[in-house]
Each structure stands twice: as C-alpha cells, then as structure tokens.
C-alpha cells in the first residue's frame, strides 16, 4: 500500500517538475515579463524551449518546442527578424545585458578591493 501512495505521488510531482516556465506574451513596447508561465506537455508534443521572436517593434515570448526553434533559424542574418530559443526556466526574458552588467559591477568591486 505504501508503495502505491509513493508512486502515486511521484506521478502527480514528475510532471510539474519536468516541465519549463516561460514567459509567455506579445508586447509592443519591448519588455513584457509579467507572464512566467508553466508550459504545457502531453505525450504528443513537448514544450521544452522558451522562444523570444522580435519583429520590428513587436517582442513574442512563449513556449516552444524544439522542433520549431529550429524551423525559427530562418532568421539568422536578418536585420528585422531576431529569434532566440532556451531551454531553462524564464530565459526568455527581457535582455542578457543584465547578468554581464553585474559581472562587471562584481569584478569592479573585486578590483577595488585588491588595490
């Protein structure tokens, strides 16, 4: 009986675990991480990216799967076209200048500390 509860639970938990939050939205006005969501999984199609899609003004954020990541590489080397896919948990947000500004702020201190 205890090993029924067990795997019980370890059904109910496995799913929430193995899935990815991303966050999910269209926004004109370039950042629009209010929506970090859990993507949906099924035994048909896996949602196990976050896709980021800028055309023009436009900024798309969603989950994706890693099948369209690919077919999304149709916008290398276009100006007006940028797409990113990821596939940790909110990756898909709005900039990677964040952590390098902070590398830089931590290094800055470090340097002053050793002088």
């Known amino acids: 009986m205890k090993f029924l509860a067990a795997l019980l639970v370890l059904a109910i938990t496995v799913p929430a675990v193995l899935s990815i939050k991303c966050y999910v939205c269209t926004n004109t006005k370039g950042n629009c991480n209010e929506n970090n969501k859990d993507c949906p999984s099924s035994s048909i199609i896996k949602y196990d990216r976050c896709l980021k899609i800028k055309v023009g003004d436009v900024v798309t954020k969603s989950c994706s799967t890693k099948a369209l990541c690919d077919v999304m590489k149709f916008c290398d080397g276009k100006s007006e076209c940028k797409a990113s896919c990821c596939d940790s948990d909110g990756c898909n947000a709005s900039s990677a200048l964040a952590p390098k500004f902070v590398?830089?702020?931590?290094?800055?201190m470090v340097t002053k500390y050793l002088m």
Do not use: I, M, T
């Not at 590398?103 to 800055?108: D, G, T």
């Open 103 to 108: 590398l830089v702020c931590v290094a800055a």
